[in-house]
């Protein structure tokens, strides 16, 4: 393992601290992570790309509405963010489930 500081000694002089090789590690390691996701991310869409094309001619065929739903997700610490998936349910599901929880809160809390 590497040691958090490497110290260097100068022949003419006193010793001298390098950087901070751990954060620098660090630093290097994350960046060929992200490579290494979007070159996986883009040859998987490209490979399933047929598919995804398949999947939403026959949502359209088979139900009007769009193709895809989009929702507000929470995220890493708490920042939001919108998440796109194929739609699977009836179009207007929300709204659906908002006045099914008005009428079983007005049901069962009298």
């Not at 929702?71 to 699977?88: A, D, H, P």
């Amino acid at each position: 393992m590497l040691s958090e500081k490497i110290i260097t000694q100068d022949v003419f002089g006193p010793n001298i601290d390098s950087k901070d090789y751990s954060t620098m590690k660090h630093t290097i390691e994350n960046v060929v992570k992200r490579g290494v996701d979007i070159a996986c991310s883009l040859f998987f869409i490209m490979l399933f790309s047929p598919i995804f094309f398949f999947v939403a001619v026959l949502i359209k065929v088979d139900s009007k509405g769009a193709v895809f739903f989009k929702q507000k997700r929470c995220g890493k610490s708490g920042k939001e963010f919108f998440m796109l998936k194929f739609r699977t349910m009836v179009d207007d599901a929300e709204i659906l489930k908002k006045i099914f929880l008005m009428k079983w809160k007005g049901r069962y809390l009298k």
